[in-house]
């Protein structure tokens, strides 16, 4: 059974950093892109980050040189730095898995809150 499991979400004020991890179980960790989504209230689920099975990252134009998508396939686990963080970073993060190759995300975490206020 695949499982995906996000942690590290929380409260900041604009300018802070968080750093996300999603720990991964039941696949074959190294075979598959792994992406960060966000949705926010009341918007459509967007892509964050995604980073290719050899560690090739690509991002949104919003968080671009403020975010920094990582691998550590030894560990099964995917990170997202976030830094100089802004309100309209709010949102629930999730984490995804696909196979190489394929477009379609199989598998999707349970997503965690991160809230970017004063």
């Known amino acids: 059974q695949v499982q995906l499991v996000e942690s590290g979400g929380g409260l900041v004020q604009p300018g802070g950093s968080l750093r996300l991890s999603c720990a991964a179980s039941?696949?074959?960790?190294?075979?598959?892109?792994m992406g960060w989504y966000r949705q926010a209230p009341g918007k459509q689920r967007e892509l964050v980050a995604v980073?290719?099975?050899?560690?090739?990252?690509n991002y949104a134009d919003s968080v671009k040189g403020r975010f920094t998508i990582s691998r550590e396939n030894a560990k099964n686990t995917m990170y997202l730095q976030m830094d100089s963080l802004k309100a309209e970073d709010t949102a629930v993060y999730y984490c995804?898995?696909?196979?190489?190759?394929?477009?379609?995300?199989?598998?999707w975490g349970q997503g965690t809150q991160v809230t970017v206020s004063s």
């Open positions: 995804a898995a696909r196979r190489s190759g394929t477009a379609r995300y199989e598998y």
């Open positions: 039941g696949l074959t960790f190294g075979s598959y892109v």
């Open positions: 980073i290719s099975s050899g560690g090739t990252p």
